[in-house]
Nanobody
């Protein structure tokens, strides 16, 4: 089992920044890829950013150039630096881990990000 705990969400004005953290514990050696998803009210959950164990990254078009995903393997933590935030970024942000021996991976509990315009 892998446990994921997010932190760093909150209320910010448009144009501002937030940094989300996701700390992994348990069988972290199983983790292959770490992802950030988000779900806005009335919308489907969407993949925002992903980072492989080797450090390669990819982003949704809507956040490219504004968000940066990174990971500290020694601390089993992944970060999402969010800059130039927009009202459309308002959502619950979830950390997710793709892992060996898990068809669906593991999810954190989510952290609310609210951007006021």
């Amino acid at each position: 089992q892998v446990q994921l705990v997010e932190s760093g969400g909150g209320l910010v004005q448009a144009g501002g920044s937030l940094r989300l953290s996701c700390a992994a514990s348990g069988s972290t050696f199983r983790i292959l890829r770490m992802n950030w998803h988000r779900q806005a009210p009335g919308k489907q959950r969407e993949l925002v950013a992903t980072i492989s164990s080797g450090g390669s990254t990819d982003y949704a078009d809507s956040v490219k150039g504004r968000f940066t995903i990174s990971r500290d393997n020694a601390k089993n933590t992944v970060f999402l630096q969010m800059n130039s935030l927009k009202a459309d970024d308002t959502a619950v942000y979830y950390c997710h881990a793709d892992a060996l021996r898990s068809a669906t991976g593991y999810w954190g509990q989510g952290t609310q990000v609210t951007v006021s315009s």
